[in-house]
């Protein structure tokens, strides 16, 4: 059985596979208590548990199949090479940067400049399906607010629902969210989701058990919203760039996270 990995695209961000690299941005979230308010684990307590982590899921078969890193764009300018004179002045070496310069202005028609060819992602959660068709999700602290948890779920959705992600899952999505967790639930049933069942003491974090809510989003249903959405803001499939993956020997994805996520934002 062979996987692939994707890279989803949205003008704010790209969901992508887990990098080993990626511990150290998602240990901010990771230790926030804020954020591990509804998780499945206590907040981690070092850096190594968080390597951990991200160790499991890019071992996982869902890893870029299903399961994503979000990542927030930033453009990275571009910064005109620059020598020094014999004083230690700074100087541009103004031949080559005038021949750079025109070649800037005639290239943005095409590619908005080349001062923006470059962005840096920066690792600020994780979204997806990751266990059988339940879907989760987290963001840090500092990126709450912003409507990016719902960009990055609707980035997922299309994907599973376009049926690119993992055969069985473009039909159903199912979440378990802990009740108390009113950011998530209305980001989800804003989304589509409906609830269909609650249960108590079905998780056991820390010292505590705490309780479930059940919801689920059918392919039809999204792809009817979808339509609605597209037809609205004139948009388009989302970008989606696929490439080779990797072999996955009939493993299944590891257990992750249960739920989705506190500090989702509306």
């Not at 310069?101 to 840096?120: L, T, V, W």
């Not at 079905?202 to 309780?211: A, L």
Request: charged content about 30%; proline content about 4%; aromatic content about 8%.
């Amino acid at each position: 059985m062979e996987s692939h990995t994707f890279e989803l695209r949205s003008p704010r961000l790209v969901l992508r596979a887990a990098r080993d690299g990626d511990a150290a941005e998602l240990y901010k979230a990771f230790s926030d208590p804020d954020v591990m308010r509804y998780w499945s684990t206590l907040p981690h307590g070092s850096l190594s548990e968080t390597e951990r982590w991200v160790r499991g899921m890019t071992v996982a078969p869902c890893n870029g199949a299903t399961d994503f890193i979000v990542c927030l764009r930033r453009p990275r300018r571009r910064c005109p090479s620059q020598t020094r004179d014999q004083d230690g002045v700074q100087q541009n070496n103004s031949e080559d940067e005038k021949e750079d310069d025109d070649n800037d202005k005639q290239g943005q028609i095409g590619d908005q400049g080349r001062e923006e060819e470059d962005e840096d992602l920066v690792p600020i959660g994780k979204a997806g399906v990751w266990r059988d068709n339940e879907i989760g999700f987290m963001l840090a602290r500092p990126y709450w607010g912003r409507g990016l948890a719902a960009e990055a779920l609707t980035l997922v959705l299309d994907h599973l629902f376009a049926g690119s992600g993992d055969v069985g899952r473009d039909q159903l999505v199912l979440a378990d969210v802990d009740p108390r967790n009113a950011a998530s639930l209305a980001l989800l049933k804003r989304l589509g989701f409906e609830e269909y069942e609650s249960r108590e003491n079905t998780f056991q974090v820390g010292e505590q058990w705490v309780d479930s809510t059940y919801l689920r989003l059918t392919g039809e249903t999204w792809r009817l919203r979808d339509g609605v959405r597209r037809s609205m803001d004139g948009g388009g499939a989302p970008d989606i760039a696929g490439c080779a993956g990797f072999a996955t020997g009939g493993a299944k994805c590891v257990d992750l996270v249960r739920t989705a996520g506190v500090g989702v934002c509306l």
